[in-house]
């Protein structure tokens, strides 16, 4: 069993920065795919970012809308996983969660074995 604790999220004017944080419990975090989605009011949930576990060097995906502004990273030793946000526009308003699953692909797909409770992003034009 895996448990995600996001944080870092909150109110922020457009062009600005945010860092989130996705915090795991359990002894196998570093051999996890984990990323992050996002879904706003009325909308699908989107993945926005994923990264391999150390099997896999560390590949990352990120979506198109997000390439060039958003970069995910991980601390292993922390049990951590980490989304910067810059240049944050007002369509990245949205609740955003982390997951954790056995395949990056399935990650990506949007398959995370587990899910955290998600963290509210607020971007004021």
């Known amino acids: 069993q895996v448990q995600l604790v996001e944080s870092g999220g909150g109110l922020v004017q457009a062009g600005g920065s945010l860092r989130l944080s996705c915090a795991a419990s359990?002894?196998?975090?570093?051999?996890?795919?984990m990323g992050w989605f996002r879904q706003a009011p009325g909308k699908e949930r989107e993945v926005v970012a994923a990264?391999?576990?150390?099997?896999?060097?560390?590949?990352?995906y990120y979506a198109d809308s997000v390439k060039g502004r958003f970069t995910i990273s991980r601390d292993n030793a922390k049990n951590t996983v980490y989304l910067q946000m810059n240049s944050l526009k007002p369509e990245d308003t949205a609740v955003y969660y982390c997951?954790?699953?056995?395949?990056?692909?399935?990650?990506?797909?949007?398959?995370?074995?587990?899910w955290g409770q998600g963290t509210q992003v607020t971007v004021s034009s």
């Open positions: 997951a954790a699953g056995q395949k990056f692909g399935a990650v990506v797909a949007g398959g995370g074995d587990y």
């Open positions: 359990g002894r196998t975090f570093s051999s996890y795919a």
């Open positions: 990264i391999t576990g150390m099997w896999n060097n560390y590949r990352t």
